[in-house]
């Protein structure tokens, strides 16, 4: 899961991909070479972690070995898939720097929130999963509820992932769609098959590092063309006529000011708060990264590294957009118009930025990091997939109590299905485009909700089962039918956003608002009106029922809360600068 | 992520970008001395060159720091 479904245009991804005449880019026998020896790195990987993942923790939780660095660069890398990084360069394009939110308040502090106040509970209480903690505080309904909806979700999201992978590799290499969804898909399938979790974050930490350096290129080389940071601006100014696509804050004063059509309201708090802590605190493709850490100091850490490289991403992704509007001699279109007149459309500037700077050699190594960016997200999907599957839905609810080699054996063909699964979802969407569409809809009913559920969960202990599972079911049921209710009548998006000048992207931000705020409600009123767990049975679950492990003895810079207070002030600092 | 025997991520990370680095040097020092027709913009820079140096440089470092015989 990612934030695909509110990048602006990408729903439209695949009528330009559609659409688009040529290949962007010819990769040469040099550029050959690098991306085979990739493909031949990942699955050497895979066979070789293989001895290495012989139980069900080692597989569906990598050991819980991890170093901080290791679980907070996978914990990143999980959700900088290639559309994210495309899909962002061209909202940059498109509407200026305000993307760099859905980077930055859409993640540091989330991220920051999850390090510092909820992992602890995650990992003392030894779940293997977000449902697996759910159960734990709030029985079966809540779980079951939890892990069906997420199961279902992710498999779909990864098919999704994987069709518009081949799209791209489509427009930007002239592959055969068919030969990019099963050749990346039987990649993936074999390295997460054979070593599990383990084996997805080795990966991902590989992958990482070739985005960083395929993609860093770019900013360095377009700056030295447009002449610096300022030039840049004077560039765009004249290239688009006023200087706004360069300051954050600026222009969100009202709806009108800025082309995103929303209000600094719905970023701060639907954004920066409800969808942004929904996702990056219980979304289980990422919290999985960070359960593998190897003790509790890890584990606090992890997310608090991860905000770090979160924080610099818009470096290689954002920068390039803004370089595009000022260095490109073409003017970029909408999807619309561009597979109406042939023209480059906003989704392309990343690609085409590629081409711009780089020859043979650099262009394999750039074409490397988006694959890598694709494959990593399809890993982080299949691996969260078996874990859910097989502990909180086949050993929950089909086969209770069976010996740790039969979990791993399911976990492991778990792997396969959900593969399957992907690429029928795959093909699927290839004949009812608007497939996609749905699927990340309803990807974004659960976010809001289910932080609701847990953070209720973690912080006040009169919570009860039933009011988790009602709230839960409340904030859902309140997300789909906002959802439903803009389709049939899109002037509700005025009545939603409190705004009649309201744009899309604003319904994505309020309807998040608004079924968080119907969850923790229900929660709240269900919960006051049952009776509530023994303190003795919310140990190691909910704050003030647990005792945390104090780190007085550690040294200032050891200690999780010192780096979460440094990546905050540069966070600050940031936000200043660009404001 | 330290079991007996295993070689650490960042080692295997070392070696692909070795390759990339020598593979990406190549081509900046061929391109060097024949130029192509369709160059890239700010082809003068040779990009290539001092690109695949610094992928060659962090991949030596990995294959250095973290060799399998000194992280045992």
């Given at each position: 899961m990612s934030y695909l479904g509110t990048v602006p245009g990408t729903n439209l991804i695949a009528l330009w991909l559609a659409a688009a005449p040529e290949r962007l880019v010819r990769l040469g026998g040099i550029d050959v070479v690098i991306v085979a020896l990739y493909f031949a790195m990942v699955i050497g990987i895979g066979f070789y972690l293989k001895r290495f993942a012989n139980t069900g923790e080692d597989f569906f939780l990598a050991g819980r070995d991890m170093t901080a660095w290791i679980a907070g660069l996978s914990f990143v890398a999980a959700n900088l898939g290639a559309l994210e990084l495309m899909g962002w360069a061209s909202a940059a394009y498109q509407y200026g720097i305000l993307a760099t939110h859905w980077y930055w308040v859409g993640a540091i502090p989330a991220m920051l929130f999850l390090g510092i106040v909820m992992m602890p509970f995650y990992y003392i209480s030894k779940t293997h999963s977000v449902p697996g903690y759910l159960r734990l505080r709030y029985g079966e309904g809540a779980r079951g509820l939890s892990a069906i909806s997420f199961a279902a979700m992710t498999v779909l999201m990864s098919g999704i992932n994987m069709y518009s992978m081949a799209l791209v590799m489509k427009v930007v290499l002239g592959w055969d769609i068919h030969f990019s969804i099963w050749i990346s898909s039987l990649t993936v399938a074999v390295y997460v098959f054979l070593g599990g979790l383990l084996s997805a974050i080795f990966n991902e930490v590989l992958q990482f590092v070739l985005i960083w350096l395929g993609a860093l290129l770019i900013p360095i080389l377009g700056l030295v063309e447009a002449g610096g940071w300022n030039g840049?601006?004077?560039?765009?100014?004249?290239?688009?006529?006023?200087?706004?696509?360069?300051?954050?804050?600026?222009?969100?004063?009202?709806?009108?000011?800025?082309p995103m059509g929303i209000h600094w309201t719905g970023i701060v708090v639907g954004l920066g708060f409800v969808i942004s802590f929904g996702y990056w605190t219980t979304d289980f493709l990422v919290v999985q990264r960070v359960l593998?850490?190897?003790?509790?100091?890890?584990?606090?850490?992890?997310?608090?590294?991860?905000?770090?490289?979160?924080?610099?991403?818009?470096?290689?992704?954002?920068?390039?957009?803004?370089?595009?509007?000022?260095?490109?001699?073409?003017?970029?279109?909408?999807?619309?118009?561009?597979?109406?007149?042939?023209?480059?459309?906003?989704?392309?500037?990343?690609?085409?930025?590629?081409?711009?700077?780089c020859g043979p050699g650099l262009l394999g190594l750039g074409i490397t990091a988006l694959m890598a960016g694709f494959m990593s997200g399809m890993a982080g999907n299949v691996s969260a997939f078996a874990t859910v599957w097989t502990y909180d839905i086949y050993g929950a609810f089909i086969r209770k109590r069976a010996a740790d080699s039969h979990y791993l054996s399911v976990g492991r063909w778990c792997t396969l299905v959900g593969v399957l699964i992907s690429i029928g979802t795959a093909y699927l969407v290839m004949q009812f485009?608007?497939?996609?569409?749905?699927?990340?809809?309803?990807?974004?009913?659960?976010?809001?909700?289910?932080?609701?559920?847990?953070?209720?969960?973690?912080?006040?202990k009169r919570a009860t089962a039933a009011g988790g599972f009602w709230g839960l079911l409340a904030g859902t049921c309140s997300s789909v039918g906002m959802w439903a209710w803009v389709k049939i009548d899109p002037s509700a998006l005025g009545v939603i956003a409190l705004s009649s000048h309201a744009k899309d992207m604003a319904e994505n931000m309020y309807r998040a608002l608004w079924s968080w705020i119907i969850c923790v409600t229900v929660t709240v009123v269900v919960s006051l009106a049952t009776r509530p767990k023994p303190a003795k049975e919310l140990?190691?679950?909910?704050?003030?029922?647990?005792?945390?492990?104090?780190?007085?003895?550690?040294k200032l810079t050891q200690r999780p809360i010192f780096w979460a207070a440094v990546i905050a002030v540069v966070f600050v600092i940031l936000n200043l600068i660009f404001w | 992520?330290?079991?007996?025997?295993?070689?650490?991520?960042?080692?295997?990370?070392?070696?692909?970008?070795?390759?990339?680095?020598?593979?990406?040097?190549?081509?900046?020092?061929?391109?060097?001395?024949?130029?192509?027709?369709?160059?890239?913009?700010?082809?003068?820079l040779h990009a290539a060159i001092w690109w695949g140096l610094v992928v060659l440089a962090i991949g030596a470092f990995y294959c250095w720091r973290f060799q399998p015989r000194k992280t045992k």
């Open positions: 840049m601006v004077q560039r765009i100014a004249a290239n688009v006529g006023h200087g706004d696509y360069v300051h954050l804050w600026r222009t969100l004063g009202s709806f009108q000011d800025n593998s850490a190897r003790n509790l100091h890890a584990a606090k850490m992890a997310p608090i590294i991860g905000a770090g490289f979160k924080m610099m991403v818009p470096f290689i992704v954002i920068l390039p957009g803004l370089l595009g509007i000022a260095v490109l001699p073409e003017k970029l279109v909408g999807e619309s118009v561009a597979a109406a007149t042939g023209a480059h459309s906003y989704n392309e500037v990343l690609p085409l930025m590629l081409a711009r700077y485009l608007s497939i996609m569409d749905y699927v990340q809809a309803l990807f974004s009913f659960f976010i809001a909700p289910l932080f609701g559920t847990v953070v209720l969960g973690m912080l006040w140990t190691g679950l909910v704050y003030g029922c647990t005792e945390l492990p104090s780190e007085r003895e550690l | 992520m330290h079991k007996p025997g295993m070689v650490s991520i960042w080692f295997l990370i070392g070696l692909l970008l070795v390759a990339y680095g020598i593979l990406i040097l190549s081509a900046g020092v061929y391109e060097y001395f024949s130029p192509p027709s369709q160059a890239p913009v700010l082809a003068g």
